[in-house]
T-cell receptor
Framework: DTAVSQTPKYLVTQMGNDKSIKCEQN?????MYWYKQDSKKFLKIMFS???????INETVPNRFSPKSPDKAHLNLHINSLELGDSAVYFC???????????????FGEGSRLTVL | QKEVEQDPGPLSVPEGAIVSLNCTYS??????FMWYRQYSRKGPELLMY????GNKEDGRFTAQVDKSSKYISLFIRDSQPSDSATYLC????????????FGAGTRLFVKA
């Protein structure tokens, strides 16, 4: 039973299109994240939600909009896709980070986005 | 300057070698230090977790943190081909919630 699952695993699309990636965790965690990993393997945080509340919002273009319908789900919608958006997007979850260190981040397997 | 610097490699070693992986950082507020391992086409998985300075050992893996030098290391003894992966250092500080910052990752190849 997968702890953090993302769909789709692969996305190939044209510039200018809009796409969404979905993430679900069954670990009972309060905090979920989106990370972007570029071609050089650099993993950079984009957003973090704690129990549906946005707590980290890095310098990310407005074209990226996260949504958390409940604490087990965190989706990422990307408008007007650009070539530079090509990357692997990882969803992760952890225990509540507001007052204690989360310890381990549990990652999904990633969603590989290719913008042509 | 990035908050966390890590040599991306690749690093190629023969089976059985001792591997040393390192990261430096600039933010003295970092208190929690982690190493993640990422196999190809998979998500990162936590390998080692340490708080503040000192050493921690787990089987063939030893993590060291030197906060005075802002330098962390991961040692792998008796390396195996199955250790071939990308190793990412990560660290976090208590600033408005804990944000985990990752290094660029070092690609390791262990040759049989």
């Amino acid at each position: 039973d997968t702890a953090v699952s993302q769909t789709p695993k692969y996305l190939v699309t044209q510039m200018g299109n809009d796409k969404s990636i979905k993430c679900e965790q069954n670990l009972g965690h309060d905090t979920m994240y989106w990370y972007k990993q570029d071609s050089k393997k650099f993993l950079k945080i984009m957003f973090s939600y704690n129990n549906k509340e946005l707590i980290i919002n890095e310098t990310v273009p407005n074209r990226f909009s996260p949504k958390s319908p409940d604490k087990a789900h965190l989706n990422l919608h990307i408008n007007s896709l650009e070539l530079g958006d090509s990357a692997v997007y990882f969803c992760a979850s952890s225990q509540d980070t507001r007052t204690t260190h989360p310890g381990e981040l549990f990652f999904g397997e990633g969603s590989r986005l290719t913008v042509l | 300057q990035k908050e966390v610097e890590q040599d991306p490699g690749p690093l190629s070693v023969p089976e059985g070698a001792i591997v040393s992986l390192n990261c430096t950082y600039s933010n003295s507020a970092f208190q929690y230090f982690m190493w993640y391992r990422q196999y190809s086409r998979k998500g990162p998985e936590l390998l080692m977790y340490t708080y503040s300075s000192g050493n921690k050992e787990d089987g063939r893996f030893t993590a060291q943190v030197d906060k005075s030098s802002k330098y962390i290391s991961l040692f792998i003894r008796d390396s195996q081909p199955s250790d071939s992966a990308t190793y990412l250092c990560a660290m976090s500080a208590r600033t408005g919630g804990f944000k985990t910052i990752f290094g660029a990752g070092t690609r390791l190849f262990v040759k049989a």
